[in-house]
């Protein structure tokens, strides 16, 4: 193989491996736009997407008793050159009428 070859391959094999994404990117800005009680798991759809996670809070000491809760995560990780550089997070948990009882958002 000759040199020019090599190098596009060697080039073509750092892309392949430099960069990574999973998921889909979290709008800061948009999940300030979360009310408790007032915004719709349909409209959390409409914004984010399809959740990483549906799941049920395990753990819901503190709640009201015999209220059903639906949990929806949201994870966005972008790498470069094997390292991490962005992850983001998104929690909302929804009552048994399908609006948000509670969220979080983190990013590091």
Known sequence: ??????M????LV???VGCATVGQNIDEAQ???IEKNKTTKAQIE???GPPTQKSIPTDQSGMPAGLK???YTY??????AGLVNTVKTLVVIFDDKGAVY???YAEK
């Open 8 to 11: 596009a391959l060697a080039l």
């Open 1 to 6: 193989m000759t040199r020019p070859a090599w």
């Open 102 to 104: 509670a969220h979080a």
């Open 69 to 71: 809760l639906e949990q």
């Open 46 to 48: 409409q914004w984010f």
């Open 75 to 80: 994870v966005y990780s972008s790498s470069l």
């Open 31 to 33: 999940t300030k736009a």
């Open 14 to 16: 750092m892309l392949q």
